[in-house]
């Protein structure tokens, strides 16, 4: 359940539902910097599943009580839980925005919870966006078949090789579909192309996050 409704008809700002193949629903968000940051999480393998406005966080300022609502949860493959905040690098960098958020980090301190950040800086290197929505269109149009880390280990090998090697050997496409579904690994912050390393990936191995 949200801690407060995300989608609202009111307002100018973009907001929208995003599907997840990671949780099997559509996943609220309200602004365009939000929606990218889902890819990251999305194709996070260290990500387990996560959930958008978790909760209500109640920390002092000055004298005062001020509500706050983390972006996110995330439950990592580990069971290291994490709230997100999403938010533009300059935004970040306002002293406002510093003062307050200093004074939930040191509430987070206290009750022993991570608080991360994600900025436009994390979400959009061109490289790394391009792939995820790539991957965030082909993860809905996987067709595996009888594709088993058995059998791309015997084609491909157990070491990384050029991703317009694995992309001849396994048939052309292939390769970003079986990367969409998990199957294999490469470094997203890399063109989908040409001598980018490519392996076989193997199954509980992967903790890597994209944040």
């Not at 491909?156 to 396994?170: A, E, N, Q, T, V």
């Not at 998990?182 to 903790?207: Q, W």
Request: charged residues 25%.
């Amino acid at each position: 359940m949200l801690a407060r409704k995300v989608v609202t008809r009111r307002g100018r700002r973009f907001r929208g539902y995003y599907p997840s193949a990671k949780l099997g629903r559509m996943v609220a968000w309200e602004s365009l910097l939000e929606r990218d940051a889902i890819l990251l999480l999305e194709f996070s393998p260290g990500v387990l599943t996560y959930r958008e406005q978790p909760a209500e966080i109640h920390y002092a300022f000055g004298t005062t009580t001020r509500t706050y609502y983390p972006d996110f949860e995330v439950v990592l493959v580990n069971g290291k839980r994490v709230h997100v905040e999403v938010k533009t690098a300059a935004k970040l960098s306002r002293p406002e925005v510093v003062a307050k958020f200093t004074a939930i980090a040191e509430h987070y301190l206290r009750i022993k919870l991570d608080l991360r950040f994600i900025t436009n800086e994390d979400v959009r290197p061109e490289a790394l966006q391009t792939n995820l929505r790539t991957l965030s269109y082909l993860v809905h149009h996987i067709e595996a078949g009888d594709w088993t880390e058995r059998r791309l280990l015997q084609m491909l090998g157990d070491s990384p090789i050029p991703f317009r090697l694995c992309d001849s050997i396994l048939g052309r496409g292939m390769t970003p579909r079986l990367i969409a579904g998990g199957m294999l690994k490469m470094d997203l912050r890399l063109p989908m192309s040409g001598d980018t390393p490519v392996f076989v990936g193997k199954e509980g191995e992967d903790a890597t996050l994209l944040f």
